[in-house]
């Protein structure tokens, strides 16, 4: 993946919430307070133009999804890992998995694609050259710096490869 050179440009970010989660834990939530998120119920109207993060989506997300999330935003789905298989597989228009991530919140650090909202938000943001709003999301959280060092989300040098 490349990274060309970061601005303080940013996409809008909503979370469809099924309220499944620890209150004190849920990343969402927390973003949402911080005026940095907007929980929704359903994903109607516009939203349906958005990319929506959800690990049964059958494509990545990439770099070329930057222009739609400019125009649509960002939806992840925020629920338990318990509950997952459990949820409707909706068809979504531009569903979209992230890559095989590491996480590094507390509940599951370390594990593989166990992540949190604020990190799939995060990864999918350093994915489409979002650096700039990615860092500030995860700068809320005191673990949030460790995802992006694990991941190796670190910016090398303008246009340089990730390694």
């Known amino acids: 993946m490349t990274i060309s050179n970061s601005t ?7 979370s469809l919430h099924y309220n499944q989660c620890d209150p004190k ?4 939530l927390k973003l949402n307070k911080l005026n940095l998120l907007k929980i929704i119920k ?15 989506a059958l494509q990545e997300i990439k770099l ?4 739609k999330l400019s ?10 890992w318990k509950k997952i298989l459990s949820l409707p597989k909706d068809d979504f228009k531009y569903a979209r998995k992230l890559p095989a991530l ?4 507390p509940t599951n650090y370390g594990k593989w694609e166990k992540l949190t ?10 994915i489409t050259d979002y650096t700039y709003q990615a860092d500030m999301i995860l700068s809320k959280f005191s673990w949030g710096i460790q995802f992006k060092k694990l991941n190796k989300f670190e910016k090398k040098s303008k246009n340089k490869k990730i390694e």
């Open 8 to 14: 303080k440009e940013s996409c809008k970010l909503f």
């Open 25 to 28: 834990k849920c990343t969402s």
């Open 42 to 56: 359903s994903i109607r109207g516009n939203l349906k133009e958005s990319i929506i993060l959800t690990p049964f």
């Open 64 to 67: 070329d999804d930057r222009e």
């Open 71 to 80: 125009k649509n935003g960002l939806i992840v789905i925020d629920c338990s």
């Open 102 to 105: 590491i996480a590094t919140n």
């Open 117 to 126: 909202s604020v990190e799939a938000l995060a990864a999918a943001l350093y």
